[in-house]
């Protein structure tokens, strides 16, 4: 079965520091890989999407992830971190063929970014 | 505005009731999905829809219901089969699954509280 593990559940930085959020799947076969954020009591928003192609996404916000095949990673970057930024952040599979399109989620990173 | 509703933002539900979370979407999507978070769990499917009049059962679907009666409306109700229902429900919705496979796009999200 698919699964998403964030390793880091909380992480610090300053804030004009960069940001590095862990992401490793283990599918059967390349997956499609989203990154969301999540503000407090709020729903999800999409940050950037990994479908096919250039293994280097760019999303909004100034986030980018990268898409590691040999090492099953997707992990979220940005070079200088916004005391906006401050949110939990979830790494996302879904398969490529059927499936209902149903995603499965890591338990996510909350993000604190010290002024 | 295109989006995602969910509604009301808080809901309490007494022992033994049943509580209905709606959700609608203006944006002419075929399917729609109910997650339930929890704090350090991420979120978890609990039914999805690809189409009117159809839904299945995601990974946790014990204790809950949908109707898909229209195209913009998948509400989800929460039984009193329900043993622990507090949590956060998101909605989400995407359009039909095919080559590109769409990206799914979140509600804001409705609180349930047991008393």
């Known amino acids: 079965a698919q699964s998403v593990t964030q390793p880091d559940i909380h992480i610090t930085v300053s804030e004009g520091a960069s940001l590095e959020l862990r992401c490793n799947y283990s599918?059967?076969?390349?997956?499609?890989l989203f990154w969301y954020v999540q503000s407090p009591g709020q729903g999800l928003q999409l940050l950037l999407k990994y479908f096919s192609g250039d293994t280097l996404v760019q999303g909004i916000k100034g986030f980018e992830a990268e898409f590691k095949r040999s090492q099953s990673t997707f992990n979220l970057r940005k070079p200088s971190v916004h005391w906006s930024d401050a949110a939990e952040y979830f790494c996302?599979?879904?398969?490529?063929?059927?499936?209902?399109?149903?995603?499965?989620f890591g338990t996510g990173t909350q993000l604190k970014v010290e002024l | 505005d295109g989006g995602i509703t969910q509604s009301p933002k808080y809901l309490f539900r007494k022992e033994g009731q049943n509580v209905t979370l709606s959700c609608e979407q203006n944006?002419?999507?075929?399917?729609m999905y109910w997650y339930r978070q929890d704090p350090g769990q991420g979120l978890r499917l609990i039914y999805y829809?690809?189409?009117?009049?159809?839904?299945q059962k995601g990974d946790i679907a014990e204790g809950y219901s949908v109707s898909r009666e229209k195209k913009e409306s998948f509400p989800l109700t929460v039984t009193s089969a329900q043993k622990n229902p507090t949590a956060f429900y998101l909605c989400?919705?995407?359009?039909?699954?095919?080559?590109?496979?769409?990206?799914?796009?979140f509600g804001p999200g409705t609180r349930l509280l047991v008393l």
């Open positions: 599918y059967g076969a390349t997956p499609y």
């Open positions: 989400a919705s995407s359009t039909k699954p095919g080559p590109t496979r769409e990206t799914q796009y």
């Open positions: 829809s690809q189409i009117v009049n159809d839904f």
């Open positions: 944006l002419n999507h075929d399917a």
């Open positions: 996302a599979v879904g398969p490529r063929s059927g499936g209902g399109n149903k995603l499965t």
